[in-house]
């Protein structure tokens, strides 16, 4: 079972991520002068999140051919529904000292609770939600696309147009989540500080391992008999169903599994940036999820996740370093990573290793 | 007795030595006699133009909206200039000699004259006069007093407005001089307008019932919102209640027929600005199978060329800026479909057949070109202006009509006309529908299918170009500008059914209409996201949208 | 005996085009049937009405005289036991040999049952014997985008085949053959008939002839003429809607 998950890439990578998961928090937290300085912690773990959540578009992009460009509205609803149990810890710690409205509701005249923020004091189930919520999502919205057979560009642009009117519904103050500002001013997380040191560096191991427990079931999934049907749908959808595989329930199972996965992922980093809103669910954003996917490679997990990180890296890098450039490089890579590196940095980099292991057995012979 | 009190001093002053004719002289002493004569009962008789204004300055505000009112009741053509100079508080009483006086506007020191001759007085000095004052109330009076003098203007544009400022203040004492000057009026619009304005005054007067009743139905038959405003304080008075509820309903319903026709307006307006945006991503859609992601920053660029031409008309020849758009069309045209072009030949025509790499490349160059204008014109919003014939609005029945968004219908149609007929009617169109329809024969007969994607996806970002210039007239010119329509022409083009144009015109119309009609139920934005999820629902209905292309050429 | 497959007054238009036009057929258990016609005659939309990918707008469509077909789609009628061969070869490329044969063998399609399944001994044989069988046992590790065209269409005969359908459908297997490979191929149709019904769409007639069964031919969405090839051959209605255009 464990060879069937763990082959080169997936060791190194997991090797790699233990490494960081033991040195990041030491360096921070035991060994004298800070080496790594808390910003960076939290910085990590934001990366490790935007890493589950490419694995989590590589499942259906890289495996099942379905291009989502609303996966960010999955990972802001995980986000949000963490969000609310965080404003719900603040207790009478608002601004307004209210015990249970949050202090935005407060603000707008609210007298109670909406019906949907009931249970959300419970960390436990708001750790449900955040998986519910983006599944039920996921499932509603897939069952009517994959049902009607809406397939290729067509379905990419309904789910960019899902993330579009969620964001739009999001930023109105009505809907009871904060609307522009979002959610933030979060105090504590089960009871540990958010501010200090020690709860950083706990939320930044539980991204890693996040991680990879995600990477760990999206391989289980694809190297299943399930995983292969995927690649078939992918690759010849109408043989598929002539093979007698009714290619709807595959997809929408496949695109739950992903969407709770990339709700897990937002859950993480809303307690780790300070905040979520409705930004999270802009376009723009969930088409950056694909370019992590596509410049790691696509369809190989691992290297969705270096994708990712090596995007948000270069992001904080560049935007500090020249503001102007960052828009550039972002664009360059999407068109670079189409037209040269189609199996992406992962699907070169092996290649590459595969040609000059081959060549000196070559001239042995 | 102010009055005739006051008249003494001023008649001995006009008569003064070789400042006026004799005749004056004479005219205005009898004036004076008659005023010193007639007993306060009969004073009424002796209401000249010039007792009157010589006891302005006199007496409490009350007694002074008194004689406003009856000043412009003298229908005098110095009435209006002394009002207007009352309102301004350029009307002073010189000390010396009690004289009323009118400063000049302008001048430093302003000059004066007397407000009765015209004489000019020298320089104002402003110690030695005291000002006529004015408080508000007295100034509405005024206002309405200054109306029913413009109700016997020579120009009908005067005594329509004359008339509607009569309508507005609907004051009972104006009836008088509202009969006259409907008697004596020949313009039939003018004549309405204060036949209605005469039906207000009835309805608060002490007129009978059957006035009243008459008046209602004149108002009934008006039927806007000003109607419904001078009537609905009648909504209790007992003698009129019945008629005046028929009259409100009656209104009430235009309204709400109006109302729709409005919202229609405004849904069509939408409309041709999401027709316009999409219409191109219609042909590269339809014809190449691309998603040019960057369609919304074509639609940009054709938006900062209109900027940049306005800029170097401002800049050379001012005298053109009525002409910009002209100019600037065909070279947002130009620009972006030169761009569009550029894109078909370094990206879009080597991931062909690939439409989902396609669309992410083409997102690339969108990023990079909403930068690339950001670092050359700046983050901020650039101001483009209208044209003269583009800013303004006109009311048709019971809605307004801005004039920019009617010239944005009408080009969005041209465009689309004009676009049917290059496809339907020219050798390029042919070529463009026969590599659409079927590729590899296309390419058998002889058509350079590269050369057709190349134009086409040209021609599809030159009327994203056209699109910016409509655009800079209604929204704001920012770097994100085409960020904001991406999503909607989309929607447009998913809706209506790619490769077809009449299948962008419906969906373009259907989608603007539903939004606007959501819009007062809803709320703007719940409106769009209520259109966002019936789309999506559709989708699930008819895959291939409203006006889908069938057979097998779109099966392969 | 009961047929295998029986079509009755099945017509079926788009946009006005009628591509089906009445069309009644009867397949027989085990029968070797080959179907013929000119382009547009409707061999592609019959096929797509009996596997349930398009639904007829009138007539009926009954499996073993009890089940209605129109009411089920492809992956019902797959499941039912109706193998589809493409004209095109469609494998699944990225996949090994293996992993296409696997995919197609009998066994529960659902999602979970397909997220745990093991492939076992019982499966490994039967892939075994379909390899040998189709000649690419060398290649049962490599991804089909390998294979060369004729290798393809074997592997979509193989994994019909492992499918265990009671009726294939195949859609001109012959096309883009060497004709070596055109003579085996027919062989191993005429194998394959007897235990399974059969239905070959073809324009090769030498591929036909090698078939040596009763032939249909279809025009303008409905049965022209129905028999051996030679009885057909010899319709003068035939003849004109062959040559005649």
């Not at chain 1, 933030?184 to 997380?189: E, S």
């Amino acid at each position: 079972m464990l060879a069937r998950l763990i082959d080169t890439r997936m060791a190194v990578f997991l090797a790699v991520l233990f490494v960081l998961t033991v040195a990041v928090p030491l360096g921070n937290l035991v060994i004298a002068g800070q080496p790594v300085p808390s910003y960076v912690v939290a910085l990590l773990g934001k990366y490790l999140t935007y890493a589950l959540l490419a694995v989590a578009l590589d499942l259906v992009w890289g495996y099942c051919g379905i291009l989502s460009l609303g996966h960010g509205a999955f990972f802001a609803l995980g986000g949000y529904a963490m969000g609310m149990h965080l404003m719900r810890e603040i207790g009478p710690r608002g601004v307004y000292g209210d015990p249970v409205l949050p202090d935005f509701m407060v603000f707008l005249n609210w007298k109670e609770l909406p019906w949907f923020w009931l249970g959300f004091d419970s960390f436990w189930f708001a750790a449900l939600m955040v998986m519910v919520v983006p599944g039920a999502l996921a499932f509603v919205f897939g069952w009517f696309a994959f049902r009607s057979r809406v397939t290729g560009v067509y379905l990419s642009i309904i789910t960019q147009a899902m993330t579009y009117a969620l964001m739009l519904a999001f930023f109105r103050n009505e809907m009871g989540f904060g609307g522009n500002n979002g959610l933030t001013d979060f105090k504590d997380i089960l009871g540990f500080d958010l501010q200090a040191d020690t709860t950083r560096a706990g939320l930044f191991v539980a991204a890693a391992v996040a991680l990879a427990a995600g990477l760990l079931l999206a391989r289980y999934i694809t190297t299943s008999k399930l995983g292969k049907v995927l690649v078939a749908i992918r690759d010849a959808e109408s043989r598929t169903r002539f093979l007698g595989y009714r290619v709807e329930a595959f997809k929408l199972f496949v695109f739950v599994v992903s969407a709770m996965m990339a709700g897990v992922a937002g859950a993480i980093y809303t307690p780790l940036v300070g905040i979520i809103n409705p930004g999270e669910f802009s376009p723009a954003n969930s088409i950056e999820i694909v370019i992590w996917v596509a410049l790691g490679g696509r369809g190989t997990l691992v290297g969705a996740a270096m994708g990712a990180i090596i995007v948000a890296l270069s992001r904080t890098l560049l935007t500090s370093w020249f503001p102007e450039l960052w828009l550039f490089a972002l664009g360059g890579m999407f068109i670079l990573v189409t037209l040269v590196l189609p199996q992406g940095i992962l699907g070169a980099v092996e290649a590459g290793l595969r040609r000059v292991r081959r060549r000196p057995r070559e001239a042995a012979a | 007795m102010i009055f005739t009190r006051q008249s003494a001093p001023r008649g001995g002053e006009a008569a003064g030595p070789g400042r006026c004719p004799v005749a004056w002289a004479l005219t205005l002493a009898l004036v004076v006699i008659l005023g010193l004569l007639a007993p306060p009962q009969a004073r009424a008789a002796s209401d000249s133009f010039e007792s009157l204004v010589a006891a302005l300055a006199g007496g409490s505000y009350s007694d002074r909206a008194k004689l406003v009112a009856k000043i412009a009741q003298t229908g005098d053509p110095r009435a209006l200039g002394l009002l207007e100079a009352l309102t301004d508080g350029r009307l002073y009483q010189r000390k010396s000699d009690k004289r009323i006086v009118t400063v000049a506007a302008s001048g430093k020191p302003p000059g004066m004259s007397d407000a009765i001759t015209g004489e000019d007085l020298g320089v104002f000095n402003k110690r030695a006069a005291k000002k006529v004052k004015v408080n508000n109330s007295l100034r509405r009076k005024i206002r309405t007093a200054i109306g029913l003098l413009s109700l016997t203007s020579s120009d009908a544009q005067d005594r329509l407005k004359a008339a509607q400022a009569a309508f507005a203040s609907g004051d009972p004492a104006q009836l008088e001089a509202l009969d006259a000057a409907l008697s004596a009026e020949s313009d039939r619009g003018v004549a309405t307008a204060l036949a209605e304005a005469r039906a207000v005054a009835i309805l608060n007067s002490k007129t009978g019932l059957a006035e009243k009743q008459a008046a209602i139905t004149v108002l009934k038959q008006r039927g806007d919102r000003d109607a419904q405003a001078a009537l609905s304080p009648f909504r209790d008075d007992p003698a009129l209640a019945g008629a005046v509820a028929v009259a409100l309903r009656s209104i009430e319903e235009r309204q709400a027929l109006w109302g729709m026709a409005q919202n229609v307006w405004y849904g069509l307006s939408l409309g041709s600005v999401l027709l316009l945006a999409a219409i191109g991503l219609a042909i590269t859609f339809g014809v190449m199978g691309v998603i040019n992601m960057a369609h919304g920053e074509l639609v940009m660029l054709g938006a900062y060329t209109t900027f940049a031409v306005q800029e170097a008309i401002r800049t050379s020849a001012p005298g053109l800026f009525d002409w910009s758009l002209l100019i600037a069309a065909p070279l947002a045209f130009v620009v972006a479909g030169t761009v569009g072009v550029v894109i078909e030949r370094g990206v879009v025509r080597h991931l062909y057949g690939r439409p989902l790499e396609t669309l992410l490349a083409t997102w690339g160059i969108s990023l990079m070109l909403q930068q690339a204008v950001r670092s050359i014109f700046g983050p901020n919003n650039r101001e483009v202006g209208n044209p003269g014939w583009m800013s303004g609005a006109f009311e048709l029945g019971g809605m307004t009509i801005t004039w920019n968004r009617l010239w944005i219908l009408i080009f969005a149609l041209m465009v689309f006309v004009g676009l049917l007929f290059l496809l339907r009617r020219t050798a390029m169109g042919l070529q463009m529908r026969a590599v659409t329809q079927n590729r590899p024969m296309a390419a058998e007969m002889g058509i350079n299918t590269g050369r057709v994607d190349a134009l086409t996806f040209g021609l599809g970002a030159g009327i994203g170009g056209l699109a910016g210039v409509a655009l800079s007239q209604i929204d704001n010119v920012s770097p994100n500008l085409g960020q904001s329509y991406i999503v909607d022409s989309f929607m447009v083009v998913v809706f209506g059914g790619a490769g077809n144009l009449w299948g962008a015109l419906a969906g373009a119309f259907t989608l603007g209409v539903a939004n606007k009609f959501l819009e007062p139920f809803a709320g703007a934005v719940l409106a769009k996201i209520l259109v966002l999820v019936f789309i999506i629902l559709f989708i699930q209905k008819r895959p291939r949208g409203l006006f889908a292309l069938r057979g097998r050429a779109v099966e392969a | 005996m009961s047929s295998q497959l029986f079509l009755s007054g099945v017509s079926k238009s788009f946009d006005g085009f009628k591509a089906i036009n009445n069309l009644s057929m009867v397949i027989e258990k085990g029968e070797l049937r080959a179907v013929i016609g000119p382009n547009g005659a409707g061999k592609t939309t019959m096929m797509d009405i009996i596997t349930g990918k398009t639904r007829p707008d009138e007539g009926e469509v009954y499996w073993n005289d009890a089940i209605d077909l129109t009411r089920l789609d492809e992956a019902a009628t797959a499941r039912l036991g109706v193998g589809r061969k493409f004209q095109k070869p469609t494998v699944i490329e990225t996949l090994s040999v293996a992993d296409n044969l696997n995919l197609a063998l009998k066994a529960d399609r659902g999602v979970f049952s397909t997220l745990t399944a093991r492939t076992g001994r019982t499966q490994k044989t039967e892939i075994n014997r379909l390899l040998a069988l189709i000649c690419l046992s060398d290649q049962r590790s490599r991804p089909a985008a390998d294979l060369s065209h004729g290798q393809k269409q074997w592997l979509e005969i193989g994994m019909l085949l492992a499918q265990d359908p009671a009726l294939l459908l195949v859609d001109e297997p012959a096309a883009g053959m060497t004709d070596a490979e055109t003579m085996r191929t027919a062989e191993l149709l005429r194998n394959i008939a007897g235990e399974r019904s059969v239905v070959v769409v073809e324009h090769d007639m030498q591929f036909v002839a090698a078939l040596g069964c009763k032939v249909t031919v279809l025009h303008q969405g409905h049965v022209l003429a129905e028999g051996s090839l030679d009885h057909v051959s010899a319709n003068p209605e035939v003849v004109e809607v062959y040559l005649g255009r």
